[in-house]
Protein backbone atom coordinates (compact mmCIF):
# COMPACT_ATOMS: atom_id res chain seq x y z
CA UNK A 1 0.00 0.00 0.00
CA UNK A 2 1.06 3.23 -0.67
CA UNK A 3 2.28 6.00 1.87
CA UNK A 4 2.39 9.05 -0.08
CA UNK A 5 -1.18 9.99 1.26
CA UNK A 6 -0.40 9.53 4.72
CA UNK A 7 -0.32 12.65 7.37
CA UNK A 8 2.13 12.95 9.45
CA UNK A 9 1.54 11.82 13.46
CA UNK A 10 1.18 14.67 16.06
CA UNK A 11 4.02 12.57 17.69
CA UNK A 12 6.73 14.28 15.51
CA UNK A 13 6.53 17.61 16.71
CA UNK A 14 9.77 18.80 18.90
CA UNK A 15 8.31 17.94 22.71
CA UNK A 16 10.44 21.00 23.64
CA UNK A 17 10.47 20.40 28.03
CA UNK A 18 7.13 22.88 28.57
CA UNK A 19 5.56 20.69 25.75
CA UNK A 20 2.29 18.66 26.88
CA UNK A 21 2.76 14.92 26.44
CA UNK A 22 0.15 13.22 25.41
CA UNK A 23 -0.79 9.15 26.17
CA UNK A 24 -2.28 6.83 23.62
CA UNK A 25 -5.55 7.81 23.58
CA UNK A 26 -4.86 11.29 23.91
CA UNK A 27 -2.36 11.23 20.92
CA UNK A 28 -5.07 9.31 19.16
CA UNK A 29 -7.62 12.00 19.20
CA UNK A 30 -5.40 14.77 17.86
CA UNK A 31 -4.16 12.43 14.85
CA UNK A 32 -7.98 11.47 14.22
CA UNK A 33 -8.69 15.44 14.52
CA UNK A 34 -6.41 16.45 11.92
CA UNK A 35 -7.48 13.74 9.49
CA UNK A 36 -10.94 14.93 10.04
CA UNK A 37 -9.52 18.83 9.14
CA UNK A 38 -8.03 17.23 6.15
CA UNK A 39 -10.95 15.36 5.21
CA UNK A 40 -13.14 18.19 5.85
CA UNK A 41 -10.86 20.33 3.41
CA UNK A 42 -9.90 17.92 0.68
CA UNK A 43 -13.08 15.84 0.57
CA UNK A 44 -16.57 17.91 2.47
CA UNK A 45 -15.06 21.37 0.80
CA UNK A 46 -14.90 20.86 -3.07
CA UNK A 47 -18.85 20.06 -2.75
CA UNK A 48 -19.68 23.97 -0.92
CA UNK A 49 -18.04 25.37 -4.44
CA UNK A 50 -20.04 23.25 -6.21
CA UNK A 51 -23.51 24.37 -4.33
CA UNK A 52 -22.70 27.51 -5.34
CA UNK A 53 -22.37 27.20 -8.82
CA UNK A 54 -25.05 24.80 -9.18
CA UNK A 55 -27.79 25.82 -6.97
CA UNK A 56 -26.52 29.58 -5.35
CA UNK A 57 -25.54 31.61 -7.63
CA UNK A 58 -28.24 30.85 -10.14
CA UNK A 59 -30.90 31.66 -7.56
CA UNK A 60 -29.08 34.89 -6.69
CA UNK A 61 -29.21 35.46 -10.48
CA UNK A 62 -32.76 35.02 -11.33
CA UNK A 63 -33.20 36.99 -8.35
CA UNK A 64 -31.58 39.72 -9.08
CA UNK A 65 -30.73 39.67 -12.60
CA UNK A 66 -26.75 39.94 -11.89
CA UNK A 67 -23.70 37.92 -11.01
CA UNK A 68 -23.61 37.83 -7.33
CA UNK A 69 -22.13 41.31 -6.13
CA UNK A 70 -20.45 40.44 -2.70
CA UNK A 71 -19.47 38.10 -0.20
CA UNK A 72 -21.73 39.19 1.61
CA UNK A 73 -24.19 38.57 -0.53
CA UNK A 74 -23.61 35.09 -1.10
CA UNK A 75 -22.96 34.48 2.50
CA UNK A 76 -26.86 35.33 2.84
CA UNK A 77 -27.91 32.79 0.17
CA UNK A 78 -25.28 30.01 1.35
CA UNK A 79 -26.75 30.13 5.05
CA UNK A 80 -29.60 28.58 3.42
CA UNK A 81 -27.88 25.79 1.39
CA UNK A 82 -27.85 22.48 3.07
CA UNK A 83 -24.39 21.53 2.11
CA UNK A 84 -22.82 24.58 3.21
CA UNK A 85 -25.01 24.27 6.33
CA UNK A 86 -23.65 20.75 6.87
CA UNK A 87 -20.04 21.90 5.97
CA UNK A 88 -20.24 24.86 8.33
CA UNK A 89 -21.43 22.95 11.22
CA UNK A 90 -18.98 19.94 10.88
CA UNK A 91 -16.19 22.86 10.41
CA UNK A 92 -17.09 24.54 13.37
CA UNK A 93 -17.62 21.58 15.61
CA UNK A 94 -13.89 20.36 14.73
CA UNK A 95 -12.67 23.35 15.78
CA UNK A 96 -14.26 22.93 19.39
CA UNK A 97 -13.57 19.43 19.64
CA UNK A 98 -9.55 20.48 18.73
CA UNK A 99 -10.05 22.59 21.74
CA UNK A 100 -11.84 20.55 24.30
CA UNK A 101 -9.23 17.71 23.16
CA UNK A 102 -6.37 20.21 23.90
CA UNK A 103 -7.40 21.72 26.94
CA UNK A 104 -8.38 17.97 28.61
CA UNK A 105 -4.94 17.43 27.80
CA UNK A 106 -3.04 20.15 28.86
CA UNK A 107 -5.45 20.02 32.19
CA UNK A 108 -4.49 16.94 32.85
CA UNK A 109 -0.64 17.37 33.64
CA UNK A 110 -0.98 21.05 34.44
CA UNK A 111 0.90 21.20 37.59
CA UNK A 112 4.01 19.36 35.87
CA UNK A 113 3.97 22.01 32.85
CA UNK A 114 3.61 24.89 35.46
CA UNK A 115 6.14 24.01 37.32
CA UNK A 116 9.31 23.95 34.61
CA UNK A 117 7.61 27.40 34.01
CA UNK A 118 7.67 28.93 36.81
CA UNK A 119 11.17 27.13 37.68
CA UNK A 120 12.43 28.58 33.41
CA UNK A 121 10.96 31.93 34.73
CA UNK A 122 11.86 32.65 37.92
CA UNK A 123 14.46 36.03 38.28
CA UNK A 124 15.13 35.61 33.89
CA UNK A 125 15.55 38.86 32.54
CA UNK A 126 14.57 37.74 29.42
CA UNK A 127 11.21 37.67 30.49
CA UNK A 128 9.13 41.17 31.64
CA UNK A 129 5.59 41.26 33.02
CA UNK A 130 3.78 44.40 33.58
CA UNK A 131 0.78 44.09 35.61
CA UNK A 132 -0.74 47.07 34.16
CA UNK A 133 -0.97 45.89 30.63
CA UNK A 134 -4.55 45.94 29.95
CA UNK A 135 -6.18 43.10 27.42
CA UNK A 136 -7.54 45.51 24.41
CA UNK A 137 -10.78 45.42 22.99
CA UNK A 138 -10.05 43.94 19.91
CA UNK A 139 -8.54 40.96 21.75
CA UNK A 140 -11.20 40.47 25.03
CA UNK A 141 -14.40 41.04 23.20
CA UNK A 142 -14.61 37.30 21.60
CA UNK A 143 -12.40 34.24 22.29
CA UNK A 144 -10.16 34.10 19.08
CA UNK A 145 -10.46 31.41 16.77
CA UNK A 146 -12.63 29.89 19.11
CA UNK A 147 -10.10 29.49 21.65
CA UNK A 148 -12.02 29.54 24.90
CA UNK A 149 -9.79 31.81 27.50
CA UNK A 150 -8.21 33.05 24.34
CA UNK A 151 -4.48 33.65 24.72
CA UNK A 152 -4.30 35.48 28.39
CA UNK A 153 -7.23 33.38 30.88
CA UNK A 154 -5.50 32.30 33.52
CA UNK A 155 -7.55 29.73 35.30
CA UNK A 156 -5.25 29.63 38.62
CA UNK A 157 -2.29 31.53 39.62
CA UNK A 158 0.38 31.45 36.84
CA UNK A 159 -1.62 28.98 34.93
CA UNK A 160 -0.55 28.54 31.14
CA UNK A 161 -3.76 26.23 29.82
CA UNK A 162 -4.64 28.36 26.97
CA UNK A 163 -0.96 28.90 26.08
CA UNK A 164 -0.07 25.03 26.11
CA UNK A 165 -3.06 24.28 24.30
CA UNK A 166 -2.84 26.66 21.59
CA UNK A 167 0.88 25.18 21.10
CA UNK A 168 0.05 21.70 20.49
CA UNK A 169 -3.29 22.25 18.60
CA UNK A 170 -1.69 24.68 15.61
CA UNK A 171 -0.42 21.01 14.19
CA UNK A 172 -4.05 19.94 14.07
CA UNK A 173 -5.89 23.01 12.46
CA UNK A 174 -3.29 23.25 10.26
CA UNK A 175 -2.83 19.15 9.70
CA UNK A 176 1.23 19.53 10.35
CA UNK A 177 2.35 21.86 7.68
CA UNK A 178 3.47 24.12 10.04
CA UNK A 179 6.42 21.99 10.68
CA UNK A 180 7.76 20.41 13.78
CA UNK A 181 7.51 23.63 16.34
CA UNK A 182 4.83 24.64 14.46
CA UNK A 183 6.86 27.58 13.62
CA UNK A 184 6.25 27.56 9.36
CA UNK A 185 5.64 30.96 9.55
CA UNK A 186 8.87 32.56 10.91
CA UNK A 187 11.26 29.65 9.39
CA UNK A 188 9.78 31.22 5.71
CA UNK A 189 10.58 34.29 7.03
CA UNK A 190 13.94 33.37 8.13
CA UNK A 191 14.30 31.17 4.96
CA UNK A 192 13.26 34.57 2.95
CA UNK A 193 16.08 36.74 4.33
CA UNK A 194 18.52 34.29 3.89
CA UNK A 195 17.99 33.39 0.76
CA UNK A 196 16.82 36.82 -0.94
CA UNK A 197 18.82 39.03 1.52
CA UNK A 198 22.00 37.33 2.62
CA UNK A 199 23.41 40.46 3.60
CA UNK A 200 20.81 41.51 6.00
CA UNK A 201 21.76 41.01 9.59
CA UNK A 202 19.39 42.96 11.89
CA UNK A 203 21.14 43.44 15.29
CA UNK A 204 17.65 44.85 17.24
CA UNK A 205 14.43 42.54 16.11
CA UNK A 206 11.17 43.41 17.54
CA UNK A 207 8.23 40.49 16.94
CA UNK A 208 4.72 42.19 17.44
CA UNK A 209 1.59 39.70 18.91
CA UNK A 210 4.26 37.10 19.55
CA UNK A 211 2.14 34.43 21.54
CA UNK A 212 3.73 31.39 22.40
CA UNK A 213 6.98 32.86 20.25
CA UNK A 214 6.64 30.30 18.13
CA UNK A 215 7.34 32.48 15.12
CA UNK A 216 9.71 34.56 15.95
CA UNK A 217 11.97 31.97 17.69
CA UNK A 218 13.37 31.42 14.17
CA UNK A 219 14.89 35.01 13.78
CA UNK A 220 16.22 34.60 17.07
CA UNK A 221 18.23 31.23 15.55
CA UNK A 222 18.39 32.74 12.33
CA UNK A 223 20.14 35.82 13.55
CA UNK A 224 22.14 34.52 16.60
CA UNK A 225 23.76 38.23 17.13
CA UNK A 226 20.45 39.86 17.27
CA UNK A 227 18.95 40.89 20.46
CA UNK A 228 15.12 39.79 19.72
CA UNK A 229 12.31 41.88 21.67
CA UNK A 230 9.07 39.78 21.57
CA UNK A 231 5.63 41.64 23.19
CA UNK A 232 2.21 40.15 23.64
CA UNK A 233 -0.69 41.44 25.78
CA UNK A 234 -1.45 37.40 27.43
CA UNK A 235 0.63 37.17 30.42
CA UNK A 236 -0.12 32.99 30.05
CA UNK A 237 1.55 33.27 26.63
CA UNK A 238 4.60 34.94 27.52
CA UNK A 239 5.52 32.72 30.49
CA UNK A 240 5.25 30.16 28.46
CA UNK A 241 7.05 31.02 25.57
CA UNK A 242 9.81 32.10 27.49
CA UNK A 243 9.87 28.70 28.93
CA UNK A 244 9.28 27.17 25.72
CA UNK A 245 12.05 29.50 24.43
CA UNK A 246 14.98 28.48 26.98
CA UNK A 247 14.06 24.66 26.80
CA UNK A 248 14.76 25.33 23.40
CA UNK A 249 18.59 26.94 24.06
CA UNK A 250 17.70 30.49 22.68
CA UNK A 251 18.75 33.05 25.19
CA UNK A 252 18.81 36.12 22.98
CA UNK A 253 15.13 36.71 22.84
CA UNK A 254 13.37 38.92 25.29
CA UNK A 255 9.86 38.13 26.05
CA UNK A 256 8.21 41.44 27.33
CA UNK A 257 4.36 42.02 27.90
CA UNK A 258 3.24 44.99 26.34
CA UNK A 259 0.46 46.29 24.61
CA UNK A 260 2.09 47.35 20.87
CA UNK A 261 -0.27 50.58 20.91
CA UNK A 262 2.08 51.70 23.74
CA UNK A 263 5.70 51.28 23.08
CA UNK A 264 7.03 54.29 24.95
CA UNK A 265 9.96 52.11 26.65
CA UNK A 266 11.62 52.23 23.07
CA UNK A 267 13.55 54.65 21.24
CA UNK A 268 12.59 55.80 18.11
CA UNK A 269 14.80 54.03 15.44
CA UNK A 270 15.69 51.04 17.89
CA UNK A 271 14.81 48.20 16.09
CA UNK A 272 16.31 46.94 12.16
CA UNK A 273 13.52 44.17 11.60
CA UNK A 274 10.08 44.32 13.16
CA UNK A 275 7.79 41.68 12.37
CA UNK A 276 4.25 40.20 12.65
CA UNK A 277 3.01 36.84 12.13
CA UNK A 278 -1.08 36.77 11.66
CA UNK A 279 -1.42 39.27 13.63
CA UNK A 280 -3.29 41.92 11.34
CA UNK A 281 -6.40 40.47 11.19
CA UNK A 282 -6.94 39.95 15.24
CA UNK A 283 -6.78 43.92 15.64
CA UNK A 284 -9.45 46.52 14.89
CA UNK A 285 -9.73 50.07 13.35
CA UNK A 286 -8.88 51.57 16.51
CA UNK A 287 -5.61 49.65 16.89
CA UNK A 288 -4.27 49.00 13.67
CA UNK A 289 -2.97 52.84 13.02
CA UNK A 290 -1.58 53.28 16.70
CA UNK A 291 0.46 50.16 16.39
CA UNK A 292 1.73 51.10 12.52
CA UNK A 293 2.42 54.48 14.07
CA UNK A 294 4.40 52.96 16.93
CA UNK A 295 6.18 50.48 14.21
CA UNK A 296 7.05 53.55 11.67
CA UNK A 297 8.78 55.31 15.06
CA UNK A 298 10.56 52.50 16.58
CA UNK A 299 11.57 51.15 12.89
CA UNK A 300 15.35 52.68 12.04
CA UNK A 301 16.09 53.77 8.91
CA UNK A 302 16.93 50.78 6.23
CA UNK A 303 14.75 48.83 8.74
CA UNK A 304 12.25 46.01 7.05
CA UNK A 305 9.19 45.99 8.47
CA UNK A 306 7.35 42.49 7.43
CA UNK A 307 3.82 41.99 8.32
CA UNK A 308 2.86 37.84 7.77
CA UNK A 309 -0.86 37.43 6.41
CA UNK A 310 -3.45 35.56 4.01
CA UNK A 311 -4.14 37.06 1.13
CA UNK A 312 -6.26 40.65 0.84
CA UNK A 313 -9.27 40.23 -0.55
CA UNK A 314 -9.26 42.61 -3.44
CA UNK A 315 -9.17 40.99 -6.84
CA UNK A 316 -10.89 37.67 -5.46
CA UNK A 317 -14.17 36.07 -7.39
CA UNK A 318 -16.64 37.06 -4.38
CA UNK A 319 -16.49 33.09 -4.13
CA UNK A 320 -13.12 33.01 -2.53
CA UNK A 321 -13.83 35.95 -0.62
CA UNK A 322 -16.41 34.68 1.12
CA UNK A 323 -15.49 31.14 2.12
CA UNK A 324 -11.83 32.56 2.95
CA UNK A 325 -14.93 35.08 4.96
CA UNK A 326 -16.04 31.91 6.88
CA UNK A 327 -13.58 32.47 9.73
CA UNK A 328 -14.86 36.06 10.28
CA UNK A 329 -18.53 34.90 11.40
CA UNK A 330 -18.15 31.58 12.06
CA UNK A 331 -14.96 30.89 13.88
CA UNK A 332 -15.00 34.13 16.00
CA UNK A 333 -12.35 35.88 14.20
CA UNK A 334 -14.45 39.54 13.60
CA UNK A 335 -11.70 41.39 12.12
CA UNK A 336 -10.41 38.97 9.48
CA UNK A 337 -13.04 40.26 6.87
CA UNK A 338 -12.62 43.61 7.81
CA UNK A 339 -8.83 43.79 7.75
CA UNK A 340 -8.96 41.90 4.45
CA UNK A 341 -10.93 44.08 2.81
CA UNK A 342 -8.56 47.31 3.28
CA UNK A 343 -6.28 49.02 0.98
CA UNK A 344 -3.04 48.16 3.46
CA UNK A 345 -0.63 50.03 1.39
CA UNK A 346 -3.15 53.35 2.05
CA UNK A 347 -3.50 52.47 5.73
CA UNK A 348 0.55 52.33 5.76
CA UNK A 349 0.82 55.53 4.31
CA UNK A 350 -2.13 57.29 6.48
CA UNK A 351 0.28 56.21 9.51
CA UNK A 352 3.40 58.05 8.05
CA UNK A 353 5.12 55.48 5.93
CA UNK A 354 6.23 56.00 2.42
CA UNK A 355 4.00 53.88 0.33
CA UNK A 356 7.38 54.11 -2.38
CA UNK A 357 9.11 52.05 0.33
CA UNK A 358 6.08 48.87 0.34
CA UNK A 359 6.43 45.67 -1.30
CA UNK A 360 4.37 42.41 -1.28
CA UNK A 361 5.87 39.06 -1.63
CA UNK A 362 4.81 35.58 -1.19
CA UNK A 363 6.48 33.75 1.78
CA UNK A 364 5.89 30.13 1.72
CA UNK A 365 5.54 27.86 5.53
CA UNK A 366 9.39 26.15 5.33
CA UNK A 367 9.26 22.66 7.61
CA UNK A 368 11.62 18.93 6.79
CA UNK A 369 9.51 17.76 4.11
CA UNK A 370 10.91 14.73 4.40
CA UNK A 371 8.23 14.99 7.43
CA UNK A 372 5.82 17.26 6.54
CA UNK A 373 5.64 16.60 2.55
CA UNK A 374 5.47 19.70 0.25
CA UNK A 375 2.73 22.35 0.94
CA UNK A 376 -0.05 21.18 -1.45
CA UNK A 377 -2.29 23.97 -3.33
CA UNK A 378 -5.05 21.75 -4.27
CA UNK A 379 -7.57 21.04 -1.25
CA UNK A 380 -6.35 24.55 0.38
CA UNK A 381 -8.09 25.34 3.54
CA UNK A 382 -8.92 28.80 3.14
CA UNK A 383 -7.20 31.06 5.55
CA UNK A 384 -5.35 27.95 7.40
CA UNK A 385 -2.94 27.36 4.48
CA UNK A 386 0.90 27.55 4.45
CA UNK A 387 1.78 29.93 1.98
CA UNK A 388 1.13 33.41 3.30
CA UNK A 389 1.49 36.90 1.54
CA UNK A 390 3.99 38.80 3.40
CA UNK A 391 3.63 42.92 3.31
CA UNK A 392 6.42 44.43 3.54
CA UNK A 393 8.62 47.80 3.56
CA UNK A 394 12.12 48.58 3.11
CA UNK A 395 12.07 51.63 5.24
CA UNK A 396 13.35 54.91 3.05
CA UNK A 397 14.76 53.12 0.44
CA UNK A 398 12.07 53.33 -2.56
CA UNK A 399 11.18 49.96 -3.31
CA UNK A 400 14.56 49.94 -4.76
CA UNK A 401 15.13 45.95 -4.16
CA UNK A 402 12.82 43.71 -6.42
CA UNK A 403 11.40 40.93 -4.32
CA UNK A 404 10.99 36.92 -4.71
CA UNK A 405 9.80 34.50 -3.18
CA UNK A 406 11.99 32.19 -1.44
CA UNK B 1 3.24 14.79 40.31
CA UNK B 2 4.39 18.25 41.74
CA UNK B 3 3.27 19.22 44.98
CA UNK B 4 1.76 22.38 43.11
CA UNK B 5 -1.85 23.25 43.61
CA UNK B 6 -3.77 24.40 40.47
CA UNK B 7 -7.11 24.66 43.36
CA UNK B 8 -8.85 22.72 40.58
CA UNK B 9 -10.35 19.59 41.52
CA UNK B 10 -10.59 17.00 38.75
CA UNK B 11 -14.60 17.90 37.99
CA UNK B 12 -13.85 21.40 37.20
CA UNK B 13 -10.84 20.22 34.94
CA UNK B 14 -13.49 18.42 33.11
CA UNK B 15 -15.64 20.79 32.63
CA UNK B 16 -12.61 23.44 31.48
CA UNK B 17 -11.93 21.43 28.92
CA UNK B 18 -15.13 21.78 27.65
CA UNK B 19 -15.96 25.03 28.31
CA UNK B 20 -17.44 27.84 25.61
CA UNK B 21 -15.20 30.36 23.50
CA UNK B 22 -16.69 33.91 24.47
CA UNK B 23 -18.71 35.18 21.63
CA UNK B 24 -22.25 33.66 20.10
CA UNK B 25 -22.16 29.92 18.42
CA UNK B 26 -23.40 29.96 15.29
CA UNK B 27 -25.98 27.34 14.62
CA UNK B 28 -25.98 25.86 10.78
CA UNK B 29 -28.71 23.58 10.44
CA UNK B 30 -31.98 24.71 10.77
CA UNK B 31 -32.80 22.81 13.73
CA UNK B 32 -30.30 23.61 16.61
CA UNK B 33 -31.65 20.20 17.87
CA UNK B 34 -30.09 18.20 14.87
CA UNK B 35 -26.65 20.24 14.79
CA UNK B 36 -26.03 19.13 18.59
CA UNK B 37 -26.53 15.47 17.90
CA UNK B 38 -24.63 16.15 14.63
CA UNK B 39 -22.07 17.29 17.32
CA UNK B 40 -22.34 14.02 19.90
CA UNK B 41 -21.87 11.59 16.83
CA UNK B 42 -18.80 13.30 15.52
CA UNK B 43 -17.35 12.77 19.32
CA UNK B 44 -18.26 9.53 19.24
CA UNK B 45 -16.94 8.80 15.48
CA UNK B 46 -13.69 10.45 17.30
CA UNK B 47 -13.85 7.98 19.60
CA UNK B 48 -14.52 4.77 18.06
CA UNK B 49 -11.27 5.93 15.90
CA UNK B 50 -9.38 6.08 19.31
CA UNK B 51 -10.35 2.92 20.68
CA UNK B 52 -9.94 1.00 16.54
CA UNK B 53 -6.27 2.71 17.23
CA UNK B 54 -5.99 1.51 20.82
CA UNK B 55 -6.90 -2.24 19.56
CA UNK B 56 -4.11 -2.04 16.86
CA UNK B 57 -1.72 -1.32 20.17
CA UNK B 58 -2.84 -4.20 22.07
CA UNK B 59 -2.66 -6.20 18.60
CA UNK B 60 1.00 -4.97 18.30
CA UNK B 61 1.72 -5.39 21.37
CA UNK B 62 0.53 -9.40 22.18
CA UNK B 63 2.37 -10.00 18.59
CA UNK B 64 5.80 -8.22 20.08
CA UNK B 65 5.37 -10.24 23.55
CA UNK B 66 4.72 -13.47 20.91
CA UNK B 67 1.47 -14.16 22.08
CA UNK B 68 -0.15 -14.01 18.82
CA UNK B 69 1.23 -14.10 15.90
CA UNK B 70 1.35 -11.34 13.24
CA UNK B 71 -1.99 -11.42 11.08
CA UNK B 72 -3.47 -13.93 13.35
CA UNK B 73 -6.41 -11.99 14.11
CA UNK B 74 -6.93 -11.34 10.25
CA UNK B 75 -6.72 -14.62 9.56
CA UNK B 76 -8.76 -15.58 12.71
CA UNK B 77 -11.53 -18.29 11.49
CA UNK B 78 -13.95 -18.39 13.94
CA UNK B 79 -16.42 -21.88 14.70
CA UNK B 80 -19.59 -21.90 13.56
CA UNK B 81 -21.14 -21.41 17.50
CA UNK B 82 -19.06 -18.31 17.74
CA UNK B 83 -20.18 -16.88 14.40
CA UNK B 84 -23.46 -17.78 15.52
CA UNK B 85 -22.93 -15.40 18.35
CA UNK B 86 -21.55 -12.41 16.41
CA UNK B 87 -24.69 -12.73 14.37
CA UNK B 88 -26.82 -12.59 17.31
CA UNK B 89 -24.60 -9.85 18.94
CA UNK B 90 -24.54 -7.56 15.94
CA UNK B 91 -28.25 -7.71 15.17
CA UNK B 92 -28.79 -6.92 19.09
CA UNK B 93 -26.36 -3.82 18.59
CA UNK B 94 -27.94 -2.70 15.70
CA UNK B 95 -31.04 -2.92 17.82
CA UNK B 96 -29.49 -0.50 20.65
CA UNK B 97 -27.98 1.89 18.33
CA UNK B 98 -31.55 2.22 16.26
CA UNK B 99 -34.10 1.99 18.64
CA UNK B 100 -35.33 5.02 17.79
CA UNK B 101 -36.58 4.32 14.25
CA UNK B 102 -37.82 0.78 16.15
CA UNK B 103 -39.82 2.62 18.28
CA UNK B 104 -41.30 5.04 15.92
CA UNK B 105 -42.41 2.17 13.72
CA UNK B 106 -44.14 0.38 16.78
CA UNK B 107 -46.02 3.67 17.67
CA UNK B 108 -46.79 4.68 13.59
CA UNK B 109 -48.62 1.02 14.06
CA UNK B 110 -49.84 1.66 17.75
CA UNK B 111 -52.24 4.72 17.47
CA UNK B 112 -50.49 5.39 21.13
CA UNK B 113 -52.45 7.97 23.40
CA UNK B 114 -51.11 11.05 24.42
CA UNK B 115 -50.50 11.83 28.24
CA UNK B 116 -52.70 14.34 28.17
CA UNK B 117 -55.60 12.26 26.97
CA UNK B 118 -54.52 9.77 29.35
CA UNK B 119 -54.57 11.96 32.38
CA UNK B 120 -57.95 13.33 31.52
CA UNK B 121 -59.27 9.85 31.70
CA UNK B 122 -57.62 8.83 34.54
CA UNK B 123 -58.92 12.24 36.46
CA UNK B 124 -62.47 12.05 35.36
CA UNK B 125 -64.53 11.95 38.24
Given at each position: MSNSNALPSWDVLTKHDVFPVANHDELARLNFLTHLNVHLSS????GVKTAYETQVKPEIMAE??????SRHQVRQHMLNNGYFQMWSALRRNTMEMRHQAARAQVLGQIENIVDKVDKAC?????LQLDDNVVVPPNVAMVDIHC?????YQEY?????TVAASYDLGLFVTTAGLLGALSDGGGQGIANWLKT???????KRILDIG????HNALPLAEHFPDAQVIAVDVARPSLRYAHARAKSLGLTNIQFVQANAEDLRQYEDGSFDLITTS??????SHQSMPKILKNINRLLADGGLNLHLE???????DVYQQFIRDWDTYF????YWGPMHELELKQVFADCG????DMFDVGVVSKVDEKIFGKPKSEGEDYGRSPVWNALGLWK?????ISEKVA | MSELNTQLSDAEKINLAGTKAKGQRPYFLADKQTEQALSVAMTLAMELSVTKERLASLECLLVDKGVIAKGEIDNYQPSKEEVAKRSLDTQAYLARVLRIMQQDKEELEANDPDMQSVQDELTKS
Open positions: QILPTGKDPSHNDANQPGCYFENDVQHPDFKPCTVGMFLHELQPQYAGMNNEPFDPQGQNAK | -
